[in-house]
């Protein structure tokens, strides 16, 4: 059964995705001419990340709390403390979490930072991290629809964790760009994602390479760290586990 959800999954997001398509490269041909339109196109999650938009996110958050597991589930526990580790103690002084869902890693991830700005496109998500981190100071929870409503500013670290595979070719190339070009000289990009197929335009594969060979105005990422991991839990279907790199804006 499992495999048989995957593949209608699959066959679901290749048809909305085949079927958005030329409305997508038109926008972003647009956008390349009049990027004064990006605040008007931002919201448009149907085009830019069709079938895992802003209402399936929503609707998900809506079932109930921690729908993902993420606070139970050996494997997400696993990858948090695998991401923790890999930064180390390096000094951050501005971070940001893309897809921070209610809040759980943004904790672990606020401590290693001076200023953290954390997005997730669901309002019902974002809600909750607010109230989950209402005592932390330092946190910014803001409810965004990436990559087009982006936040203002640099940042010496960005963090990616099981979310950009999410979104549809130009989508990530729009949002690659934007990442590196968000980045400080010598800033660094944690990317971790699930290896396998599940439905979702990319594997974490197809994303942590497309952002390897990004190029931006003369900025490039070097690879600072690769490692893949796997859940501690031998029954846990996700068994191509996940991989993570460090990456560092070279200028």
Known sequence: MPNLRQAIRRAINRSTGLATAPLRSLAAATLRRRPELTARFAEWSWLWQPSWGKSMQQSLFSSGIDPYDLATNSYEQQKYADIIRVLGDRHVTRGLEVGCAEGL????LA???????????????????QNRLREQTGIRIERRTLPLDYPEGVFDLIVCSDV?????????????????????PGGRLLLQHYRGHFG???????????????????A???????????????DDHRSEGYRIDLLERQV
């Not at 401590?111 to 991290?129: F, Y």
Request: negative net charge; proline residues 5%; charged residues 25%.
């Open 105 to 108: 890693f943004t904790e672990s």
């Open 111 to 129: 401590a290693l930072c001076e200023e953290l700005v954390a997005v997730d496109i669901s309002e019902i998500a974002v809600a909750r991290a």
């Open 164 to 184: 950009l595979y999410l979104w549809q070719r130009p989508t990530l190339e729009i949002g690659l760009r934007k990442i590196v070009s968000s980045l400080r």
């Open 200 to 218: 979702a335009p990319f594997t974490g594969d197809e994303v942590h390479d497309l952002a390897i060979a990004v190029r931006v105005d003369g």
């Open 220 to 234: 490039t990422l070097r690879a600072v760290h690769t490692e893949r991991g796997n859940s501690p839990d031998p």
